[in-house]
């Protein structure tokens, strides 16, 4: 069942709302450039979803607990405490996915801008019967009704 294993619900539950805010932080860059939007709202993506594994001490001397969080809140908790080598290893992957985020963001950008320019490179070639371009003597042609 979905909701007897907490873990399960908590991660479900982190990721539907890490969604809504890459949506809403997309939609929010609107003014921004394509070049610029994609790489920073794919950093964002990159931030949140890197996982990583945590140890907390218990009460009992000696035992700890052992799960695995997103590198973010185990770097933000890390600082909180002052705690340096669990902020080394999480800001490190918390570094790492932001620069995977923005190394897709690129990518899917120059992939849409070439799919974007490959049709209009096409029209401007030459016919193979040399009869100039292909969209040459083609304008728009608007329906006629009668």
């Known amino acids: 069942m979905l909701t007897s294993n907490s873990m399960t619900l908590l991660w479900l539950t982190y990721l539907g709302l890490s969604l809504v805010v890459l949506l809403t932080g997309y939609l929010g860059l609107a003014f921004v450039p394509r070049v610029l939007r994609l ?8 931030v949140l979803w890197i996982p990583t594994r ?8 000696g035992e700890f607990y052992t799960g695995m969080a997103p590198a973010v809140v185990v770097a933000s908790v890390a600082f909180l405490e002052s705690n340096a080598d669990a902020l080394l290893s999480s800001g490190l992957l918390v570094g790492a996915g932001a620069g995977l985020g923005v190394a897709l ?19 401007s070639r030459p016919r193979r019967d040399g009869s100039g371009t292909a969209s040459a003597g083609q304008g728009r042609r608007e329906p006629m009704i009668g």
Do not use: H, M, N
């Not at 790489?39 to 990159?46: L, N, S």
């Not at 945590?54 to 001397?61: N, S």
């Open 39 to 46: 790489p920073i709202t794919w950093a964002v993506a990159g």
């Open 105 to 123: 963001g690129l990518l899917q950008w120059w992939a849409r801008r070439r799919s974007d320019e490959a049709p209009a490179e096409s029209a």
């Open 54 to 61: 945590f140890r907390l001490p218990l009460l009992e001397e």
